[in-house]
């Protein structure tokens, strides 16, 4: 049924330029990007607990404070995006690698 609605609903979008259907049509749309950031951001939490452990522990053994080393970087959002750490198979890597160049 819903995959059902979900052709109707793009038909209808490609067929007229209503403002409702344009808006119904993005609403599910938004729905497939909100899970990603929800998850993130329920990932940065315990990367944050991490970060201050590492912290402590890094102040108790050598009186050096490492601030953050994982939360604060840009590592931590990389990594939870990462397509590589999702489970690809060997072919869909491949074609990853080659939609992005070589640093």
Same mark, same amino acid.
């Given at each position: 049924?819903? @995959?059902?609605?979900?052709?109707?609903?793009?038909?209808?979008?490609?067929?007229?330029?209503?403002?409702? @259907?344009?808006?119904?049509?993005?609403?599910?749309? @938004?729905?497939?990007?909100?899970?990603?950031?929800?998850?993130?951001?329920?990932?940065?939490?315990?990367?944050? #607990?991490?970060?201050? #452990?590492?912290?402590?522990?890094?102040?108790?053994?050598?009186?050096?404070?490492?601030?953050?080393?994982?939360?604060?970087?840009?590592?931590?959002?990389?990594?939870?995006?990462?397509?590589?750490?999702?489970?690809?198979?060997?072919?869909?890597? #491949?074609?990853?690698?080659?939609?992005?160049?070589?640093?």
């Amino acid at each position: 049924m819903a @995959i059902s609605f979900a052709l109707v609903l793009a038909y209808a979008r490609r067929q007229t330029r209503s403002q409702l @259907i344009q808006a119904a049509s993005t609403l599910p749309a @938004i729905s497939y990007a909100v899970p990603g950031t929800v998850l993130a951001i329920g990932l940065l939490i315990p990367l944050a #607990g991490l970060d201050n #452990g590492i912290d402590g522990l890094m102040r108790w053994l050598f009186e050096l404070s490492t601030g953050l080393l994982l939360s604060g970087t840009a590592f931590a959002i990389v990594r939870l995006h990462d397509p590589f750490s999702r489970g690809l198979t060997q072919r869909d890597r #491949g074609r990853f690698k080659q939609d992005f160049p070589k640093h």
